[in-house]
């Protein structure tokens, strides 16, 4: 499986300001994805990163508000914009296995607004 | 839209007896996929099972996919501290994402 890591681990930041959290892979992966995880709660799909291409948002999830670049098959980034403490919670990334069916996880990035 | 459930949110064990999640998704799946999420970490895919009416075991850990291919249960006897966290099931979506049940969580009482 493939090894990821995600920075910052995490972060404590004022609202209304920004923050990137960056995911890199050890091996080229064709899908990555962005998830958030409420404290106690199941996984919620934020986006899915293609490289070459735009990501493509879930329902409820916009482009100005969590920006996503993936500049190649080995790294990604998601921006959480204009934070309030609403945003507060774990990101987390994570890329197909070789069957393309599994996920394997980033150690997540834990982002508390104030 | 395409659901899958799962329960109990909650279960509370004395170390040594037996632990069972149960999912059921809405529509057919292709495969389901299940993943330990430990305190303080992040999923860990466990296993997957693909045919109807498979069962797989990892040690103490027995996996099942119904006949229908809708719904699945993981078993864990005799629980130890170690199997602590919560237990996610996941079914296949389009453009292979997946969509996630709510997890149960393993508590094991003091």
């Known amino acids: 499986s493939a090894v990821i890591s995600q920075k910052p681990s995490r972060d404590i930041c004022q609202r209304g300001t920004s923050l990137t959290i960056q995911c890199q892979v050890d091996?080229?992966?064709?899908?990555m994805f962005w998830y958030r995880q409420q404290p106690g709660q199941s996984l919620t799909l934020i986006a899915t990163a293609n490289q070459g291409s735009e990501a493509t948002y879930e329902s409820g999830f916009v482009i100005d508000k969590f920006p996503i670049s993936r500049p190649n098959l080995t790294f990604s980034t998601l921006t959480v914009s204009n934070m309030s403490p609403e945003d507060s919670s774990i990101y987390l990334c994570s890329v197909t296995g070789q069957n393309q069916d599994t996920q394997y996880f980033g150690p997540g990035t834990r982002l508390t607004v104030l | 839209g395409q659901q899958v459930m799962q329960i109990p949110q909650y279960q509370h064990v004395q170390e040594g007896e037996d632990f069972t999640t149960y999912c059921n998704s809405s529509?057919?799946?292709?495969?389901i996929q299940w993943y330990k999420q430990r305190p303080g970490g992040h999923p860990v895919f466990l296993i997957q099972?693909?045919?109807s009416g498979e069962v797989k075991k990892q040690k103490r850990l027995t996996f099942q996919f119904g006949e229908a291919k809708k719904n699945s249960s993981l078993h864990i006897t005799a629980t130890q501290t170690t199997d602590v966290g919560t237990y996610f099931c996941a079914g296949p979506r389009s453009n292979y994402q997946l969509i996630w049940g709510a997890g149960t969580k393993l508590i094991i009482k003091p």
């Open positions: 529509t057919t799946l292709s495969n």
């Open positions: 099972l693909v045919k």
């Open positions: 091996s080229q992966v064709t899908m």
